[in-house]
């Protein structure tokens, strides 16, 4: 399958996944982003705020090295903080998604270093897991 056309197939998938879980979290679709560049990489952004950061946005996001964490936005240009990782489950459900996300905003920590779950690359593998949430997606409209 050509570059292109690999790259618009996972960036359906990623964006159906991640648009599942962002739902299971209450926040709409424009809220997500994907990048199906290596690694493949979401972030949805969340209301709320962490006991520890009251002054920061939150977000939850995805990486296909270590799956979902939940982080707080910078006060200048310098990346997320993660402050927890969900664990070994790289392409959790939606539901389980929002339990972690509902938990750390709670105040209950996660993991805190990262899970190495796989090696960034191998996309025809990651589209092929995630494109049930297109079906899925497609049912809903």
Same mark, same amino acid.
């Given at each position: 399958?050509?570059?292109?056309?690999?790259?618009?197939?996972?960036?359906?998938?990623?964006?159906?996944?991640? *648009?599942?879980? #962002?739902?299971?979290?209450? &926040?709409?679709? +424009?809220?997500?982003?994907?990048? @199906?560049?290596?690694?493949?990489?979401?972030?949805?952004?969340?209301?709320?705020?962490?006991?520890?950061?009251?002054?920061?946005?939150?977000?939850?996001?995805?990486?296909?090295?270590?799956?979902?964490?939940?982080?707080?936005?910078?006060?200048?240009?310098?990346?997320?903080?993660?402050? *927890?990782?969900? #664990?070994?489950?790289?392409? &959790?459900?939606? +539901?389980?998604?929002?339990?972690? @996300?509902?938990?750390?905003?709670?105040?209950?920590?996660?993991?805190?270093?990262?899970?190495?779950?796989?090696?960034?690359?191998?996309?025809?593998?990651?589209?092929?897991?995630?494109?049930?949430?297109?079906?899925?997606?497609?049912?809903?409209?």
């Amino acid at each position: 399958m050509p570059l292109l056309e690999t790259n618009f197939e996972l960036t359906r998938a990623l964006r159906a996944y991640t *648009a599942a879980v #962002g739902s299971a979290c209450g &926040a709409g679709h +424009e809220s997500c982003t994907v990048d @199906a560049g290596t690694p493949a990489s979401a972030y949805i952004a969340l209301d709320g705020r962490l006991p520890r950061y009251p002054d920061r946005d939150v977000a939850l996001i995805w990486d296909e090295r270590f799956g979902w964490a939940m982080a707080v936005e910078t006060h200048s240009a310098e990346d997320l903080l993660v402050v *927890a990782y969900l #664990g070994h489950d790289l392409l &959790a459900r939606p +539901e389980k998604v929002a339990r972690f @996300a509902a938990n750390v905003l709670a105040g209950r920590p996660g993991l805190l270093e990262p899970p190495q779950l796989r090696e960034a690359g191998a996309h025809d593998w990651l589209t092929d897991r995630l494109r049930p949430y297109v079906t899925e997606l497609l049912k809903a409209s």
